[in-house]
T-cell receptor
Framework: KQEVTQIPAALSVPEGENLVLNCSFT??????LQWFRQDPGKGLTSLLL?????REQTSGRLNASLDKSSGRSTLYIAASQPGDSATYLC???????????FGKGTRLSVIA | KAGVTQTPRYLIKTRGQQVTLSCSPI?????VSWYQQTPGQGLQFLFE???????NKGNFPGRFSGRQFSNSRSEMNVSTLELGDSALYLC?????????????FGPGTRLLVL
């Protein structure tokens, strides 16, 4: 059974700092991995999707990497801003047409 | 394109009652997935519908059920509510494959069971 872990559970950084969020999964035979953002009381917004054949994806200040063999992904946020404050969730799919398995997220606070 | 919409946004029920939640996917999307989010368990998959057929089901009791209509709109029903059913219920849509491509989430329905 696939399990996804995100460490740390919470993180507080000053504005402008570069930071890395971590995600690990127990079964390396994944189909893809996605990073989402959730603002308090809101739904999820997809940030990046990495297919199993890819090593990384970039969107603006965000860069996500995938290392299937070690069962890890990282989300790198450059030059953090207070607007980046949210909970970041990692989710993996083990094969096509199977549901996403989510980690419990990392709650990020960027202090101005 | 309008995003995923969910109604109602907030709901208060008492134990033993039943509830129906609705989800309208993005126009053209045929896959709708439902998730339950609680502080303790995080996001857990309930079920997925594709073209009116349940394609996947999570590990929830039979009190949780769903359906999808020909216009891809989906409803989920919870019968005999328990206190532990209090949660944020999220639905997500995608055009074909719930795992192979980006899922778009709605704002959720927050259910409080008293």
């Amino acid at each position: 059974k696939q399990e996804v872990t995100q460490i740390p559970a919470a993180l507080s950084v000053p504005e402008g700092e570069n930071l890395v969020l971590n995600c690990s999964f127990t079964d390396s035979a994944i189909y893809n991995l996605q990073w989402f953002r959730q603002d308090p009381g809101k739904g999820l917004t997809s940030l990046l999707l990495i297919q199993s054949s890819q090593r990384e994806q970039t969107s603006g200040r965000l860069n996500a990497s995938l290392d299937k063999s070690s069962g890890r992904s990282t989300l790198y946020i450059a030059a953090s801003q207070p607007g980046d404050s949210a909970t970041y969730l990692c989710a993996v799919s083990s094969s096509g047409n199977t549901p996403l398995v989510f980690g419990k997220g990392t709650r990020l606070s960027v202090i101005a | 394109k309008a995003g995923v919409t969910q109604t109602p946004r907030y709901l208060i029920k008492t134990r033993g009652q039943q509830v129906t939640l609705s989800c309208s996917p993005i126009s053209g999307h045929r896959s709708v997935s439902w998730y339950q989010q609680t502080p303790g368990q995080g996001l857990q998959f309930l079920f997925e519908y594709f073209s009116e057929t349940q394609r996947n089901k999570g590990n929830f009791p039979g009190r949780f059920s769903g359906r999808q209509f020909s216009n891809s709109r989906s409803e989920m029903n919870v019968s005999t509510l328990e206190l532990g059913d209090s949660a944020l219920y999220l639905c997500a849509s995608s055009s074909q494959d719930s795992s192979g491509e980006t899922q778009y989430f709605g704002p959720g329905t927050r259910l409080l069971v008293l």
